[in-house]
């Protein structure tokens, strides 16, 4: 509890006694209203990620229907799914249970790697990274660890485990043969009966790990999410339950919290929302489906949470990010899991992927496709609108925007002032009209006024969009560009 306090206390320092926040060269999105001031005439839009189909199937011998708690961990160019295999419903941490591992060069097409170090049917032919150890493959959760110095034999590590086992801290220098850290759990006060998930806060400067409570005791209550954090992946705090902004509670199955790969400073949670009870199929229509007659009865879909650090979830949305699909294969119990992490799979796209038809013979893992940055937007219809940031001290003599509008609409940047007026060659009439789509857009004013001089300053964004879309923003340096003489050659 100490270090969660002096960490929180950190945090606060970001914001000056004027009341600027101190953002330096950080991309922002529009997940939260953490620098918002005010909005005339647009609204913050939550993104609807796109379906772009099965691109693995669990049908290996030792995968199977109940394959589940999927990881995605961008790495060196390539991308690596960690699950559990299991063909066989029974009771948390079985024998039958398998983490698995598969690999892609794109995010694309995966394939499975034959990596020999588990016997499975009589042969080693297969892509086992973790067996003959219970409880610990029922929810083996693995991250690349980023921080700096981090030895090279503990380049990934992971956590797994049940109430009864505690959380059990793992090691790896390839992410494929594991060793525990230690025999001693690293964490016993939570009950850990789904993913737990952990990563190195760049912004926190600790490890932080996300594990699954309850608010009742014994299992009573609501499936939730708490809290600790560790300088050093072995001991750890106390564990925090987490908030959440807005009314009322939600069975939070998953929570899959990890920082944005663009915006480490936010963390992003695409949570699994679980809803017991909430029947779509009946049993004739789960028998024709295959679904086990034990996973039929409840549904869900996936909520978009965010996270600066300390204990609480922002809800700026409460609508579904992700909802089911047409089908009622789609609605059954614990389907529409999304796995941990977003990553990039293009130039201007990243994916997140989702379990999908779980307890049915065609379970597999689905890709959705959002634009880079995209989970929601400012947003401006035909006749326009306005949003004005907080005063924000930033870094840099540039400042670069991901948008996209119409052919009618555009976008334009002012700067303001502590009195809340446009400085001198940063106003409206200055500001170059962004028209387009571009990921990287570079603001200009017509005056070729210095931005650079106002580094440092206590300044104020309004951003006018018309028709369009605003995903995100930075200040940066630019670069420095070298004229050739001609005249020289050479």
Request: aromatic residues 10%; contains cysteine.
């Amino acid at each position: 509890m100490i270090l969660e306090s002096l960490l929180l206390a950190a945090a606060s320092l970001q914001v000056a006694d004027d009341g600027a926040i101190t953002i330096g060269q950080a991309r922002q999105l529009f997940v939260d209203r953490h620098l918002i001031e005010s909005t005339e005439g647009c609204e913050l839009r939550l993104a609807a990620p796109r379906d772009e189909g099965p691109v693995f199937e669990f049908d290996a011998p030792w995968e199977g229907r109940f394959s589940a708690y999927s990881t995605v961990i961008a790495h060196e160019g390539s991308f690596l799914l960690y699950y559990r295999g299991l063909a066989t419903a029974g009771a948390d941490g079985s024998d039958l249970e398998r983490t698995c591992v598969a690999m892609s060069d794109d995010g694309l097409k995966w394939r499975r790697p034959s990596v020999g170090l588990f016997e499975v049917g009589g042969s080693r032919d297969n892509n086992v990274v973790l067996a003959e150890e219970p409880p610990f493959s029922h929810n083996f959760s693995p991250f690349l660890d980023t921080r700096p110095g981090v030895p090279a034999g503990e380049r990934f590590k992971a956590l797994s485990g049940i109430e009864a086992s505690g959380l059990v801290g793992w090691r790896s220098a390839d992410g494929l043969r594991w060793e525990r850290v230690r025999e001693a759990p690293l964490m016993t006060d939570g009950m850990f009966d789904s993913q737990n998930v952990a990563f190195w806060s760049e912004a926190e400067g600790c490890y932080v790990c996300y594990m699954r409570t309850w608010t009742g005791e014994n299992y009573t209550g609501f499936r939730s999410v708490s809290r600790a954090t560790s300088t050093d992946f072995l001991t750890w705090t106390e564990s925090r339950p987490m908030t959440f902004t807005g009314e009322g509670l939600e069975h939070i199955y998953t929570n899959q919290t990890h920082p944005y790969f663009r915006a480490p400073q936010i963390y992003v949670a695409v949570a699994a929302r679980f809803m017991p009870g909430r029947a779509v199929l009946d049993a004739e229509s789960a028998a024709r489906l295959g679904v086990d007659p034990a996973y039929f009865r409840d549904c869900s879909d996936a909520v978009l949470l965010t996270s600066r650090g300390g204990s609480t979830y922002d809800r700026t949305f409460r609508e579904a990010f992700l909802r089911p699909g047409v089908g009622l294969e789609n609605w059954v119990s614990r389907s529409n899991y999304p796995a941990l992490n977003v990553v990039q799979t293009g130039p201007a796209e990243m994916s997140l992927y989702v379990n999908q038809n779980y307890a049915q013979p065609t379970a597999a893992l689905h890709r959705y496709s959002l634009r880079l940055d995209g989970f929601a937007s400012l947003h401006a219809g035909f006749a326009g609108g306005a949003l004005t940031t907080r005063p924000l001290r930033f870094e840099g003599d540039a400042l670069e925007v991901n948008y996209a509008t119409s052919a009618a609409g555009g976008l334009r940047v002012e700067v303001l002032g502590k009195d809340g007026e446009a400085i001198p060659g940063f106003g409206l009439e200055e500001a170059a009209e962004l028209i387009g789509n571009e990921v990287d857009g570079a603001v200009q004013w017509t005056g070729g006024a210095d931005l650079g001089a106002l580094a440092g300053q206590p300044v104020r964004l309004r951003f006018h969009l018309s028709d369009g879309d605003l995903y995100s923003w930075r200040f940066h340096q630019a670069p420095v560009r070298v004229e050739l003489d001609e005249s020289r050659g050479g």
